[in-house]
């Protein structure tokens, strides 16, 4: 999509611009080395597309979206240790680099330097976007304290699933459209509405990957068939599974489930269960249902329907990647 | 000290009063007990005390005091992993009870709860007290890296020394005084003032704790006699002793540095080189010089020196433990 690219150019240029200079080395090369590595850096050019939405100017914008980008790789950071995970898009994670020690530190300081990348913006817009950016850190460590606790946790339920992904994916990309409305100068009800957007599509993109894991093209989406029922993830599609399979069924799902193998017969026996329980079409009914949502909070933002559209393109690039 | 034990009620009082009563209980049950097992609080009371040099109101200041005590304890959580320390205050360390992933993780959301503990103060306040926050915890990871660093580093300075323990030691003092004085209103010279009073004490004392470790009473310190010099750590006394020692006795100092061992005759041969370079005295003296600039910083203040005397006890107090 053109407009994407055009506002990745401008998160690229600035990036680059702002480059961390600053010594020790050991501990802003690694914070470096994760920021140039890129990916798509959509929560950055979430806060411009909102910026934008309500005439904001850019140059204003601009370093609170580096700071979105660099608190979402501190999280990556800190996940990566966590996960104890090899690679991240492609390249060695931090802590096999460096060790865990450096990762720990270096997430600490990129922290850091994304809040103080809010400090040109004036006391009240200032505070608000902080109250939006603290909040959005405490809800993001409960919700991988969460998903950790899934791991080990029986009885997960289909909110507890729902509460999780919100807080893991869906605050953030509601807080970087809120944030880019508020810089703006939005006022209070249209930039809870963007936030309400933003949240319901990570809900919706979160869902998605879950589906996509099994019921994608594995080619196109380029990671393992199935990874997650490797994994024994707690997903949307286990949890809808475990609720609509019969007694059996779920004695089935739940001895899969307490080994850890890639053993066909078990990917076999529970996608099974997963089509027989019909949840492929389940879980696309919700993201469905969530995207919306999403769309209805769009709709009552009081901007020409010109303005919307990149949300509306953005939304469906996310939520059709192959399916 | 009497005005000591008051503050230090004060904020157990407000401690228990803010005890996180949040969710998940695995991400916030270990934020309550290191905060709980306390140690002296000396930051959170450096708030309240310039706080209360400048008249400010107490209620004003009690939530961003204890937002300096959980900011420190984020550091602990985080520095413990690193150290592999296996205990802290005489209890096991978080990652000893429950991970270094629970380590990490709430130690995160300790520091977002230290920022949600400023938004009560009106905007221009609030950012006041952020820049100077923000700047800490910067410093805080830079100086956490030198740290590192230094392990390995042959080359390590006099100056470099320095730098490391301002990062490390005494920036938070310094800080933590700051944000007490700008609540109350103090102006900017003033609060300047205060925050370098407590840079060079923080300096002074971190001196003091090398000193201490080769030349204090070991019963009344309570630490294994020359520990630093077991573990080969760059103290001022090994850089001075380093500067000022022959050409023979340098190389024996870094070949006994070489080594990580607690034979007695490492400590021997080490304290011998510390005596005949005399970095006793010398240590002494810069205690005596930051110290003196400390005072110097206090007498610019403008207010009644009665309002100066809790700040002179206080500096007594850390510098004199039990040389």
Redesign the interface.
Known sequence: MQFLDDYQRIVAEAIDKYTFK???A??YEPMNYIISHGGKRLRPIMVLMANDMFDGELEKALKPALAIEFFHNFTLI?DD??DEAPLRRGKPTIHTLHG???G??SG??L???A??FF?DLE??L??AC??V???T??LL??G???D??FETKGDVTFNDYIRMITYKTGILSASSFEIGALIAGANFTDAKAIFNFGKHVGIAFQIMDDYLDVFGQQESFGKMHAGDIVENKKTVLYLLAKEHATEEERKELEFWYSKKTDNLDKIYSVEKIFRRTKVDEKALLLIQKHNEIAQHYLNKINVPDEKKKPFIELANYLLRRDS
Chains 1, 2 share one sequence.
Do not use: C, T, W
Request: glycine content about 2%; hydrophobic content about 40%; charged content about 25%.
């Open positions: 600053d010594k020790p050991e501990l800190h240790i966590m865990v020690n450096v720990i530190l600490d300081a922290l850091f330097k809040y103080k400090e006391p009240n200032f505070k902080m109250r950016f603290n909040h850190g405490l460590s409960e991988q304290q969460y950790i606790n």
